[in-house]
């Protein structure tokens, strides 16, 4: 990391580039973990209740879960033709633009969300080597910016956020600050955990006492718990105003293009990761701005 310390730029480049790398694994990521999930809940169900072992049609799905499924394996193909992906399919962007966006074999269509994964999650780096150094902690960045691409489009999916996701990344977040790596304190992200936890359970719960339904999912405690641990208790208010303020605009716009009532559930989420990732870079900025500007403090 010497060389970066003279050529800061450099760092900017090499996280593009890994971001665009690592962009084609979340691909992976993105589409097969809550099929992982599933399994494995089925898994546990037919185990708890092993009498459904006798009807036949569970037998034959029982059969097809016990063969390995996870991020490696099987090998990837094409949803139609059952071909496999070659290496050189694979290359980000540059083999869905060689290939015009189809498959090598029966031409059917690949969906331009996989490049445009792998670019997003390049700029995101990019900016991430422009604004931190070289050092443990922007490495840090980098892998804290891959889990929250992968929760966002997970949840846009499926409405979930795996646990595989936020809670090691609330606990890479304490981690960091023990080591003294994260320039938040171990103290402020503690307490960030648990403040970011509690404040989406208690709105949980008074919400469902007040309507008897479930407004949020606990998948979004503990999301909001792992930035508390990444950005420490000081950022959570801001956090909060703003991924309620773009959560509100997007899921009504969300639900108005699928033609679904207000009453309708939409994933929340994706407005914490875009919030958090946001006051990652400029939320101390925008809290100085606005105490200096609008307080006059």
């Known amino acids: 990391m010497i060389i970066f310390e003279y050529y800061p730029f450099l760092f900017a480049i090499f996280a593009g580039i890994f971001g665009l790398m690592i962009g084609s694994f979340l691909n992976v990521v993105i589409h097969r973990l809550p099929m992982m999930m599933e399994r494995e809940w089925k898994q546990e169900c037919i185990e708890f209740f092993p009498q459904l072992k006798k009807d036949p049609e569970i037998k034959k799905e029982l059969e097809s879960l016990n063969t390995p499924f996870n991020l490696n394996t099987p090998r990837s193909r094409c949803p139609k033709c059952n071909t496999q992906i070659r290496a050189i399919d694979n290359i980000p962007v540059i083999s869905w633009l060689i290939l015009k966006g189809k ?7 690949i969906s331009a969300r996989y490049p445009a994964i792998e670019l997003l999650t390049s700029a995101l780096c990019v900016v991430i080597g422009l604004y931190f150094p070289a050092d443990w902690y922007g490495v840090a960045l980098l892998f804290f910016t891959f889990t929250l691409v992968s929760a966002t489009f997970i949840d ?12 090691p990344l609330m606990w890479a977040g304490l981690a960091l600050s023990l080591l003294n790596i994260s320039p938040v304190s171990l103290q402020d992200a503690v307490i960030g955990a648990i403040a970011g936890y509690l404040c ?12 008897s339904k479930e407004g949020m999912g606990y998948g979004d405690f503990k999301l909001l718990a792992a930035l508390g641990a990444w950005l420490g208790w000081q950022q959570l208010p801001l956090l909060i105003l703003m991924s309620s303020l773009v959560g509100l605009a997007f899921g009504l716009i969300q639900l108005r293009l699928q033609k679904k009532g207000i009453d309708k559930a939409f994933p929340f989420g994706p407005y914490l990761a875009i919030a958090g990732w946001f006051c990652l870079i400029w939320g101390n ?13």
Request: aromatic share 14%; glycine share 2%; charged share 10%.
């Open 200 to 211: 989406l359970w208690t709105i949980f719960w008074a919400f469902k006492l007040l309507t």
């Open 103 to 109: 498959c090598h074999k029966c031409a059917n269509p």
């Open 156 to 167: 846009l999916d499926t409405m979930l956020l795996p646990d595989q996701l936020t809670l």
């Open 285 to 297: 900025d925008l809290t100085s701005w606005y105490l200096n500007n609008m307080l006059g403090m």
